[in-house]
Each structure stands twice: as structure tokens, then as C-alpha cells.
């Protein structure tokens, strides 16, 4: 039901139920598609109902016509650098590639290649790289 979407929760309630849902189950928020501690859920809430408001959630849409102004079509992976760059407020390469699916051992440089992309895109300025922490700068 909530196959692929990771999902945080503090809540050991919470995390039974998506796990039974087939959530994926991450440690830190920063590396989350949904924060459910932040979603302020009313309980009871049907499974239904919880699967469309995890769905809304994640969708990064919202996020990126903030950040744009406008809808911008975007590669999946684009969007996620940029949705969890804003979330977080910088990430270092590593936490990226976790963040966004991979091993933390995985030997790949998708996110780096994806990041010049988007540099292309919107200009050198749009991705900085503070100290090692990528992050959202200017259009």
C-alpha cells in the first residue's frame, strides 16, 4: 500500500502500522519522504485515509512550485534532491544518496550528476556546496 515511501514516525504505534502498510521505516526524519510526527493526524484514521494523506505528503509538487514560483517539470530524481535539500536545509552527498534510496556504501555518482544537471538548468548558483553540505541557494 505504501510500498517505496519512506516514512519517519518517533511513535512506536505508528511505526507498527506502517510497517503493516509496507512503509519503509527510516531512523531520521532528514531522510524521510513523510514525517508522520509532523502530518498531526486525528485519530482514528481509516488506512484509506492515511494512505492519501502519506501520498499528499510526499508529493514534492507543492515544494517545488515554492521554490520556482510556477510548476517545473523535473526528472523524479531532480525533484527529490531539490524537495530534500529544502526539507533539510543542506546534506552532505552521503545522507543524499540515502536519502533519496541508496546504500550508504552504494559507489555511485548519480547525485552528483544530477546535481550539475540541475546546475545547468538553473544556474551554477542554484545548488551551493557549503562545506560539504549541499544545498539550496539562489535562482
Known amino acids: 500500500m505504501l510500498s517505496g515511501i519512506q516514512i519517519f514516525s518517533s511513535d512506536e504505534y505508528w511505526r507498527r502500522i506502517v510497517t503493516?502498510?509496507?512503509g519503509v521505516l527510516v531512523s531520521d526524519a532528514k531522510f524521510a519522504d513523510v514525517n508522520l510526527d509532523s502530518l498531526k493526524l486525528d485519530l482514528p484514521i481509516s488506512p484509506?485515509?492515511?494512505?492519501?494523506?502519506?501520498?499528499?505528503?510526499?508529493?514534492g509538487d507543492?515544494?517545488?512550485k515554492k521554490i520556482?514560483?510556477?510548476?517545473?517539470?523535473?526528472?523524479?530524481?531532480?525533484?527529490?534532491?531539490?524537495?530534500?535539500?529544502?526539507?533539510?536545509?543542506?546534506?552532505?552527498?552521503?545522507?543524499?544518496?540515502?536519502?533519496?534510496?541508496?546504500?550508504?556504501?552504494?559507489t555511485t555518482h548519480t547525485v552528483e550528476t544530477a546535481v550539475y544537471g540541475l546546475r545547468k538548468?538553473?544556474?551554477?548558483?542554484?545548488?551551493?556546496?557549503?562545506n560539504g553540505l549541499f544545498k539550496i541557494g539562489r535562482l
Open 20 to 22: 503493516d502498510l509496507n
Open 48 to 59: 484509506i485515509a492515511l494512505k492519501t494523506a502519506i501520498i499528499a505528503a510526499s508529493n
Open 121 to 130: 538548468l538553473f544556474g551554477r548558483d542554484f545548488i551551493i556546496n557549503d
Open 68 to 106: 520556482f514560483g510556477r510548476n517545473v517539470e523535473l526528472s523524479p530524481l531532480q525533484t527529490q534532491i531539490i524537495v530534500k535539500l529544502h526539507q533539510s536545509g543542506g546534506m552532505t552527498v552521503e545522507e543524499l544518496k540515502m536519502a533519496i534510496g541508496y546504500a550508504k556504501t552504494t
Open 62 to 64: 507543492a515544494i517545488i
